[in-house]
Structure formats: structure tokens, C-alpha cells
């Protein structure tokens, strides 16, 4: 563990920028803190933290010199491992039919600076979906192999984070080049950072640098505990994949169903949602054609449509199309949970659904037939 | 000469009566023959019997003046034919034209109606194995119905 | 994954919405090996990509043959496509019927409508290894007797005596003689033992499970029984996540599937 001064971290983005990473970070944009190539120090959010909640986002500002005092942004990493749009290739109609031009230019090399650990769980997830099955998705391998990343562990949870139920955080302990964490002192404000990597060390190496103090680590230890211990939300994840199988037609979901409005920003924001469509396009002589990959989401009405009709025509069974994906067939399908307990889809939705309360009611009604109601909690406590 | 009531008793439709019902039947029951192109009963006609098919194809139809006969359902070996002999007026809705030479069983609906009314266990068991064959035939009747090879719109 | 180009060599109408496309690899190569009950992802250049199931023999792969509904922009521009005309395929894609596997039982292909294409490669491995297998019985209905595909092959199949085919239609029309009804009522009186047999479905879902049940009654467990099932495909290769059916993408563990292992979801909606 390695000790660094703020300016230090200044040293860290010029040097990666002067090995051609384009380095992206937190940043102010339009009162919402995101995800965009920072140049220096001055571009992440100092003195900023973020009020969260269902359905609704602030930003406030104060002196603090801190610089990741807020916990997740509307933008996932994804955003640059896996742009909304892509061209997957252009072809010419030819004379012996047509040729084509898979895309060659080179995609940059990133720098990922402030990945918290329930997104650094969400890009293991993406690489398992992209990259491990019986067909890999070229592009985001050629993004993800050259990508350096340096977690911003947190200290404190965000209003709609769950992550310590999730096992996902408040803490990375590997997958990383560097690891660092704030520690929030007024009278020295400095950062705590482990190596990950060998490129890690490297660039380590190559700034001002010291050795972290026990006590440091022994206080960092600390706000690491009491993270988990103000976390506002959680999810029981013992036997939910069966949970969800098992309720699959439970009156819930025609409940949650009325609130939703099939908006789709859950999807948009979700970390881990990795659902695309392919457009195919052609100028107007015809001879030209390509083939564009867009984000999709499955909230749409035509997402499931086959010739006649959609398959999934009502809120309601889109609603759970969704959830009990993120919370049973992903396990199925990739062998983890989908949810990485980064609350994004809490704040962000616009009639403020929580999912962690929807799993919640979905585990105390277990099973139960719409027309019995459990009985009170009372003096008989369950006995009849 | 083949004896009826062995035969009777070989059908899935006689399956679980009494030994002194599944006599009773036999006595109302009759062989019969129907060649190709000949109709077994006429939409009006009084039902008086109805037919265990033990070979051939009949076709049920219904007369259209515009379009000429319909056929709306096949039966064949094993299937009953007939039902209106149990149920007032005692009528025959279709047509029942045989397509292939057929063979079958001919039950004296008359005459098991009055032993049904003697003896009402015979009756219920009669009425269930038609109850169950109408089920069937209503299900596929419905499935019809939905042109589920249409492309729908 | 770039489409490869093909040549069409064929299109004929079959029905009046149905139209069989033959196409060969137009770099003169020996064209793609595949199995049965699988599907090619095809793409009309500027117009866009579809998933169609190969309908040809998969012991003369040289030539790939896909028959289809004209019924969208793709298929419809498809229609409309010429010999030397050029059209990409990606693929083969998706699980196949277990022609392989059910050697020694007897085998009951139960197609409805445009179902029959999909089986047709299964018929056509059958019938050219058919010592390996006991009865074999073809049951097929479909809407009218216009929509019957494949009419010369059935009344070649009919004449064999390895092979049993019985036709239904839901409706009569002109001087039809043969059977009217839908098709499950085939499936009560057909040949075959329940207790060595395995049945091959292909058709609208409402057809399938009902034919399931039929099955069912005559005493076949759900393990003998397959499915080809069909959503929303745009990858064809399980990253875009429109063909989910459960946790299954059904472009890799499906389009077929064995019934039981689906039994759970088939009868709940929207799913």
C-alpha cells in the first residue's frame, strides 16, 4: 500500500495521457456528474457530493478540496467499452456481389479513473457475457485488453447503493491496475493506493509516492466498515434465481406493472444491460450499405415482437422480463447474479421504483395465492 | 359369423360398462356396410342410430347452396359417429358421406334410449363417454376456428 | 460476423405466401454443412437481416435451400429476388433435431403449416439412413388445401411403404377429398408405439401445445417429445439478448428443444 498526495493524482493523468491513454473520468457536465476524458486534476468534481434517492439525483457543491465524495454517475462504463452506437461495417454493391469493409480504425486506448467496485464487478460481468462464450464480441476485446483501470473505492455509501449485499463493495480487492481511496481529511487530504497490476506499479513508480502509514490503513479499514453499516438498501441474495422462478406469476408484477412506464433509463444506466439491436441502412442509390449496433432495451414494445404481435405486449411482463433476468436467468445463463448493487436504476427511474423493495416483497410473499394475507405478527407469533 | 359382443367389447368407447349392460347393447347392435359415395344419415333425417366405424372415412358436411358440400371434420376407424340420437329432437345437423368403403357398428339409438330411461346407470354411463367425445370434438372444433396458420394481423 | 454472399439459383412461389429460395456460395465454394432444425440469419443487402430455417438436405449441402413467408420488408424483398441475384447468409446457427440420438424408436413428425419446412431436413436424414429407425409417420395440417407445402414430395413420401403420411386441412375448399380437421386429430389414431417413440413438432406455439397434450394422452413422456421455438433474432449469436425465452437464447440452446426441458414456460404468457 502506497500513500499519495492530491497533486499526485494530477501526475497520475498526465503520465497516462503521455502514453496515449485517452483518460476518462468523473466530471460536472450539465449538474449531473459524469463519465468524460479529463485532461487534469481541475476536471474532477472537488467539493461535489450527490443526494440520491428514488427517482431523483442532486448535485450539491462545497470548499472541500475532495474529489470522489459521490458515489454513482448516470453513465456506466460501458459507455466506452461498448458505445450506444456502432458501425459493425460498411459494404459496396459490386459487380460480383458485395464487398465489404469490416471497421479498421483503432479504438483508443482508455484510462478509467474512479471505477467504484460495483462497477469494476460489472465490467467482470460484461467480459464474462462478451468475451466467454462460444462467440466473442470483437470490439469490446479490443477495448478491454488495452484498458487501464484505477478503482475509487468508497467510503460512503451512495442513497440508493447496495453493494455490500451484493458482495460487489464497498471495497475492490482485485481486477484492477490500482486501487485508490480517498481519505476525506480536511487537514491533509490524501489517497491510499494499492497496486493491482504491474503497469500499476509502473506508473506508481513513475509519481510522487510514499509508504502508507498503518495508521492510514488502519483508518481507511474503518470507513470501509462503517460504509456497510450506513448502507442504506439491501437485497437477500440466498436462493433468489429460485425466488424469482418460483413466483414467476405473482400479483406483484401486475402491481408494478401499473407504476412503470417502460421508460427504459433502468436499462440505459444499468452497468451490466447489455442488450443491443442491429439496424441495417443504405443511402439512397442503393449501392451502399451498413450495418449499425444500437443500444436496445428490453422495456420496448417491439423488442419481442415476432410477425403478429409482441411477445411480452404489457408493462407488466416486460417489467419482469427484466428483473428476474438481473436476478435469476442471469445465473443460469453467466453463473453470477446480474446486479452489481450500483443503485443507478433506483435513482434514475422516474416514478422512483426500487427494486430492492420490489425482491423484498416478492421473498415475504413467497408463494402466496392472491386471496390469503398473512396473518399479523402478533401475541400467537405463527401459532394457530 | 362374428360375434357382436366380443366385438362391441374390443372398443375403447364400451370400455368399463357392466357385463349385463355391454349385453344390452349388443342386443341393439347391428353390422353394417356403406360404399364409397353413399350417405350414412342426411342433415333433417330422424337419428335413430349411431355408429361404432370400425374401417373407412366418413365425412361430415354441411350443404351451402352457393358453395356446394362442406366437409367440416373426417372420421375414421374407431371413431364414433353420431350423437344426435340422444338429444331431443332427435335430428341430424350434417350430412355423414362416406369417402372410403366403411365398415361399422350400427347401435338402435331407439331402442337404447328406452332402456336408458329404464335403467338410468346405463343411461349415465352412455352419457359420459358422449360427454367425453363431444369435449374432444368441441376442443378440436375450437382450435379450427382460430386459423392458428393464418398470418394474423 | 460478415454475411457471406450467395447466389440465388431459385425462387418459386410455393403457396400464395409461401416461396422456396435455393441459393450456392458465390466464391464457387462448397456451401455451409448443417444440421437439422437449424437456421441461417439471411440479409437482403441495404434492406436487412432475417432468420429463416434451412429446409434442405443436409447430405447436399452444396446447394441451401430456405422456403419461407413473404411477410415483412426482408422476406418481401426476398420475394422479389432473381437468379444470380446476390443474398448474405450468416450461419449455420442453433441446436438441431436429434436425428442422431433417436435411432431404434419410432418417429412421428408432426409439422403444422409452414412448420413442415423446418422438419424437412430431419425427413430428408431419416429417410436416406431409414433402416435406422422404426415406423416413421408424417403428420401435417395445415390451413386450406392451397397452403399444403411441398406437394410433390408428400405424394412421392405418400408412395413409399417405409412411410406413413397423413394430411389434414382445418378447412375444405374446391374438390378436396382428404381428411378436414385440425391437426392434433391426427395424433390419437396415428401408427406408431407410444412407448418407442419420439415426436418431432414444428409449428404455430397454439399447434404445439396441443399437440403436446395429444402425445401426452397416448401415453409419451414430455423427454420424447421436441420443440422448434421462435422470437425476436437480430445477432443470431447471444450478445443482443432479443431471442431470451427464460434464461435460453433460443439462437444457441434452441430453436429445438426437448420439451421437457421447456414444459415449465410454454404454458405461462409472455414470456
Given at each position: 500500500?502506497?500513500?499519495?498526495e ?7 493523468i ?6 496515449d ?8 457536465q ?8 479529463i ?7 472537488a467539493?461535489y457530493?450527490d443526494?440520491?434517492?428514488p427517482?431523483?439525483?442532486r448535485?450539491s457543491?462545497?470548499d ?5 465524495q459521490?458515489?454513482?454517475?448516470p453513465?456506466?462504463?460501458k459507455?466506452?467499452?461498448?458505445p450506444?452506437?456502432?458501425r ?5 454493391l459490386?459487380t ?7 471497421e479498421k ?7 478509467f479513473?474512479?471505477v ?7 465490467i467482470?460481468i460484461?467480459?464474462?457475457?462478451l ?12 477495448r ?7 478503482v ?5 455509501p ?9 458482495g460487489?463493495?464497498?471495497?475492490a ?11 476525506p ?6 489517497f491510499?493506493v ?7 506499479e509502473t ?6 509516492h510514499?509508504?502508507?502509514l498503518p ?8 470507513l470501509?466498515?462503517?460504509?456497510v ?5 439491501s437485497?437477500k ?13 405473482h400479483?406483484?408484477?401486475e ?7 417502460s ?7 444499468c ?10 441502412t443504405?443511402d439512397?442509390?442503393?449501392?451502399s450499405?451498413e450495418?449499425?449496433?444500437k443500444?436496445?432495451?428490453?422495456f ?6 415476432i410477425?403478429?404481435?409482441s411477445?411480452?405486449s404489457?408493462v407488466?411482463?416486460?417489467y419482469?422480463?427484466w428483473?428476474v ?10 453463473g ?8 443507478r ?8 421504483i426500487?427494486i430492492?423493495e420490489?425482491?423484498?416483497?416478492l421473498?415475504?410473499?413467497?408463494h402466496?395465492?392472491?386471496s390469503?394475507?398473512k396473518?399479523a ?5 405463527g401459532k394457530? | 359369423?362374428?360375434?357382436l359382443e366380443?366385438?362391441l367389447e ?13 349385453r344390452?347393447?349388443s342386443?341393439?347392435?347391428a353390422?353394417?356396410r356403406?360404399d ?7 342433415e333433417?333425417?330422424v ?11 366418413v ?10 358440400p362442406?366437409v367440416i371434420?373426417?372420421?375414421g376407424a ?10 331431443p ?5 350434417f350430412?355423414?358421406?362416406?369417402i372410403?368403403?366403411?365398415?361399422a357398428l350400427v347401435?338402435?339409438?331407439k ?8 335403467d338410468?346407470?346405463l343411461?349415465y ?9 363431444v ?5 378440436a372444433?375450437?382450435?379450427q ?6 398470418i394474423?394481423? | ?5 450467395y ?5 418459386h ?6 416461396f422456396t ?5 458465390a466464391?464457387?465454394?462448397d ?11 439471411l440479409y ?14 443436409p447430405?447436399?449441402?452444396?446447394t ?21 441475384d446476390?443474398?448474405?447468409?450468416r ?14 424408436s419410432d418417429?412421428v413428425?408432426?409439422a403444422?403449416?409452414?412448420?413442415l419446412?423446418p422438419?424437412?431436413p ?6 436416406n439412413?431409414?433402416?435406422r429407425?422404426?415406423k416413421v409417420v408424417?403428420?401435417?395440417g395445415?390451413?386450406s388445401?392451397?397452403?399444403?407445402l411441398f ?7 405418400r ?10 386441412v382445418?378447412r375444405?375448399?374446391g374438390?378436396w ?7 392434433t386429430?391426427l ?6 408405439d ?6 418431432l413438432?414444428c409449428?404455430?406455439?397454439i399447434?404445439?401445445?396441443y ?5 401426452q394422452?397416448r401415453?409419451m413422456s414430455y423427454?420424447?417429445m421436441?420443440?422448434s421455438?421462435e ?5 443470431a449469436?447471444?450478445?443482443c439478448g ?6 435460453r437464447f433460443i ?11 421447456i414444459d415449465?414456460l410454454?404454458?405461462k404468457?409472455e414470456?
Amino acid at each position: 500500500m502506497y500513500s499519495l498526495e492530491e497533486h499526485a493524482i494530477g501526475q497520475m493523468i498526465s503520465s497516462l495521457k503521455r502514453q496515449d491513454y485517452t483518460v476518462i473520468g468523473p466530471t460536472v457536465q450539465h449538474g449531473v456528474i459524469v463519465y468524460d476524458e479529463i485532461h487534469s486534476l481541475k476536471d474532477l468534481p472537488a467539493g461535489y457530493t450527490d443526494d440520491q434517492k428514488p427517482g431523483h439525483y442532486r448535485l450539491s457543491h462545497s470548499d472541500k478540496p475532495f474529489k470522489f465524495q459521490f458515489n454513482s454517475s448516470p453513465h456506466a462504463w460501458k459507455k466506452f467499452l461498448r458505445p450506444s452506437v456502432t458501425r459493425l461495417w460498411h459494404a459496396e454493391l459490386g459487380t460480383a456481389g458485395f464487398e465489404f469493409a469490416e471497421e479498421k480504425k483503432e479504438p483508443p486506448r482508455f484510462a478509467f479513473l474512479g471505477v467504484r467496485p460495483c462497477d469494476l464487478q460489472a465490467i467482470r460481468i460484461l467480459d464474462n457475457v462478451l468475451l466467454n462464450g462460444n462467440f466473442t464480441e470483437e470490439g469490446y476485446k479490443a477495448r478491454r485488453e488495452k484498458l487501464f483501470i484505477i478503482v475509487v473505492n468508497c467510503t460512503e455509501p451512495g442513497g440508493t447503493c447496495f453493494c455490500s449485499s451484493m458482495g460487489t463493495g464497498p471495497r475492490a480487492v482485485k481486477d484492477f491496475d490500482l486501487a485508490i481511496t480517498e481519505i476525506p481529511d480536511i487537514k491533509h487530504h490524501r489517497f491510499m493506493v494499492e497496486i493491482g497490476s504491474e503497469q500499476g506499479e509502473t506508473l506508481i513508480r513513475g509519481i510522487q509516492h510514499g509508504k502508507a502509514l498503518p495508521a492510514d490503513v488502519e483508518k481507511v479499514d474503518k470507513l470501509f466498515g462503517s460504509a456497510v453499516r450506513k448502507m442504506g438498501r439491501s437485497v437477500k441474495t440466498g436462493g433468489i434465481a429460485e425466488l424469482l422462478k418460483k413466483n414467476f406469476e405473482h400479483r406483484r408484477w401486475e402491481e408494478v406493472g401499473n407504476r412503470c412506464l417502460s421508460c427504459t433509463n433502468c436499462t440505459m444506466v444499468c452497468p451490466t444491460c447489455f442488450c443491443t439491436t442491429i439496424e441495417d441502412t443504405t443511402d439512397l442509390s442503393g449501392k451502399s450499405a451498413e450495418r449499425w449496433r444500437k443500444w436496445d432495451s428490453c422495456f420496448t414494445l417491439d423488442f419481442s415482437y415476432i410477425h403478429g404481435g409482441s411477445v411480452r405486449s404489457s408493462v407488466m411482463a416486460r417489467y419482469r422480463q427484466w428483473l428476474v433476468h438481473k436476478f435469476s436467468a442471469w445465473k443460469d445463463q453467466f453463473g453470477t447474479l446480474g446486479c452489481v448493487g450500483c443503485g443507478r436504476c433506483i435513482t434514475w427511474c422516474p416514478v422512483g421504483i426500487d427494486i430492492t423493495e420490489e425482491l423484498r416483497y416478492l421473498r415475504e410473499e413467497d408463494h402466496e395465492t392472491p386471496s390469503i394475507k398473512k396473518p399479523a405478527k402478533g401475541k400467537n407469533n405463527g401459532k394457530s | 359369423m362374428e360375434n357382436l359382443e366380443s366385438l362391441l367389447e374390443q372398443h375403447p368407447f364400451v370400455k368399463g360398462l357392466r357385463k349385463e349392460h355391454v349385453r344390452l347393447l349388443s342386443g341393439c347392435t347391428a353390422n353394417a356396410r356403406f360404399d364409397e359415395g353413399k350417405f350414412i344419415f342426411r342433415e333433417n333425417q330422424v337419428a335413430e342410430h349411431f355408429y361404432i366405424l370400425r374401417e373407412g372415412k366418413v365425412a361430415l358436411e354441411i350443404y351451402a347452396p352457393d358453395r356446394g358440400p362442406i366437409v367440416i371434420d373426417t372420421l375414421g376407424a374407431d371413431d364414433i359417429l353420431g350423437w344426435s340420437w340422444l338429444i331431443p329432437p332427435y335430428h341430424w345437423k350434417f350430412d355423414a358421406r362416406v369417402i372410403e368403403g366403411t365398415r361399422a357398428l350400427v347401435l338402435d339409438g331407439k331402442c337404447l334410449r328406452k332402456k336408458c330411461e329404464d335403467d338410468h346407470d346405463l343411461g349415465y354411463e352412455l352419457l359420459k363417454r358422449f360427454a367425453s367425445i363431444v369435449e374432444q370434438r368441441l376442443e378440436a372444433t375450437r382450435i379450427q376456428l382460430l386459423d392458428i396458420y393464418g398470418i394474423t394481423s | 460476423m460478415l454475411p457471406h454472399p450467395y447466389l440465388i439459383q431459385r425462387v418459386h412461389q410455393e403457396t400464395s405466401d409461401t416461396f422456396t429460395l435455393e441459393i450456392v456460395p458465390a466464391d464457387g465454394s462448397d456451401g455451409l454443412t448443417f444440421m437439422p432444425g437449424q437456421f441461417n440469419m439471411l440479409y437482403v443487402f441495404g434492406v436487412g437481416e432475417v432468420p429463416i430455417s434451412i429446409s434442405g438436405d443436409p447430405g447436399h449441402p452444396h446447394t441451401i435451400v430456405h422456403t419461407t413467408r413473404a411477410v415483412g420488408t426482408v422476406t418481401k424483398a426476398m420475394r422479389q429476388m432473381r437468379k444470380g441475384d446476390v443474398i448474405g447468409i450468416r450461419g449455420p446457427f442453433g441446436t438441431q433435431w436429434p436425428v442422431d440420438k433417436i435411432t431404434g424408436s419410432d418417429v412421428v413428425i408432426t409439422a403444422g403449416g409452414i412448420g413442415l419446412a423446418p422438419l424437412r431436413p430431419a425427413i430428408y436424414q431419416i429417410l436416406n439412413h431409414r433402416e435406422r429407425y422404426g415406423k416413421v409417420v408424417l403428420l401435417y395440417g395445415t390451413r386450406s388445401p392451397g397452403d399444403i407445402l411441398f406437394r410433390r414430395e408428400l405424394e412421392i413420401w405418400r408412395s413409399r411403404f417405409d412411410l406413413e403420411v397423413y394430411i389434414t386441412v382445418d378447412r375444405a375448399v374446391g374438390d378436396w377429398k382428404g381428411n378436414v380437421g385440425v391437426i392434433t386429430t391426427l395424433i390419437p389414431r396415428a401408427p406408431f408405439d407410444p412407448h418407442k417413440a419420439v415426436a418431432l413438432i414444428c409449428g404455430p406455439e397454439i399447434m404445439m401445445r396441443y399437440s403436446v397434450k395429444e402425445f401426452q394422452k397416448r401415453g409419451m413422456s414430455y423427454d420424447s417429445m421436441y420443440v422448434s421455438m421462435e422470437r425476436n433474432m437480430k445477432c443470431a449469436i447471444g450478445f443482443c439478448g432479443h431471442c431470451q425465452y427464460g434464461h435460453r437464447f433460443i439462437c444457441k440452446d434452441g430453436p429445438v428443444f426437448r420439451y421437457d426441458v421447456i414444459d415449465d414456460l410454454f404454458t405461462k404468457r409472455e414470456v
